[in-house]
T-cell receptor
Framework: EDQVTQSPEALRLQEGESSSLNCSYT??????LFWYRQDPGKGPEFLFT???AGEEKEKERLKATLTKKESFLHITAPKPEDSATYLC???????????FGKGTSLLVTP | SQTIHQWPATLVQPVGSPLSLECTVE??????LYWYRQAAGRGLQLLFY??????ISSEVPQNLSASRPQDRQFILSSKKLLLSDSGFYLC????????????FGPGTRLLVL
């Protein structure tokens, strides 16, 4: 069975304090690994898709990386507006469903 | 550009009442459509998906049903709501190509009392 585990559950950072969020996964045939950002009461906002080990993608202060067992979302010099829950999901070759982790709740304080 | 709409945004319903949530997508043709539920303390769970008009696949057995009467319209229904149906319901769409990204709507918050 596909599994996605995100850590830590919650993270508090000072503005400018860089860190990384982890997403460990097991899947029988990875079609893609997805990162989303979700603000309270809103739908997830797409950030990145990674397809194969070694792939990296960047967007502003965020950088996502992928290995055969985990993905990291690196946040460089975060700002308060980066505060949100970050969700990781995997899609297997065999189906359409995104299998989500429970997310990491990030709070960036001024 | 593509836009996805959901309504209502919030709904409070008594146990045993019917339910109808609607999702529409603009700016794309023949999308794959999905219904997810996000319950407190749990990850998003896929409920239904559709690859075309009238084609519905269910991922988990439950009290809910889905229909796709038009290409860009997806409806989630129930004849009798249960307390356990409370949650945040999200509609998503993707194109019909391999390694497809799913884009989510704003969601409907459902509280069953």
């Amino acid at each position: 069975e596909d599994q996605v585990t995100q850590s830590p559950e919650a993270l508090r950072l000072q503005e400018g304090e860089s860190s990384s969020l982890n997403c460990s996964y097991t899947v029988s045939g990875l079609r893609g690994l997805f990162w989303y950002r979700q603000d309270p009461g809103k739908g997830p906002e797409f950030l990145f898709t990674l397809y194969s080990a070694g792939e990296e993608k960047e967007k502003e202060r965020l950088k996502a990386t992928l290995t055969k067992k985990e993905s990291f979302l690196h946040i460089t010099a975060p700002k308060p507006e980066d505060s949100a829950t970050y969700l990781c999901a995997v899609q297997a070759d065999s189906g359409y469903a995104l299998n989500f982790g429970k997310g990491t709740s990030l709070l960036v304080t001024p | 550009s593509q836009t996805i709409h959901q309504w209502p945004a919030t709904l409070v319903q008594p146990v045993g009442s019917p339910l109808s949530l609607e999702c529409t997508v603009e700016g794309t043709s023949n999308p794959n459509l999905y219904w997810y539920r996000q319950a407190a303390g749990r990850g998003l769970q896929l409920l239904f998906y559709s690859v075309g008009i009238g084609q519905i696949s269910s991922e988990v057995p439950q009290n809910l049903s889905a229909s796709r009467p038009q290409d860009r319209q997806f409806i989630l229904s129930s004849k009798k709501l249960l307390l356990s149906d409370s949650g945040f319901y999200l509609c998503a769409w993707s194109t019909g190509i391999r390694q497809e990204t799913q884009y989510f709507g704003p969601g409907t918050r459902l509280l069953v009392l």
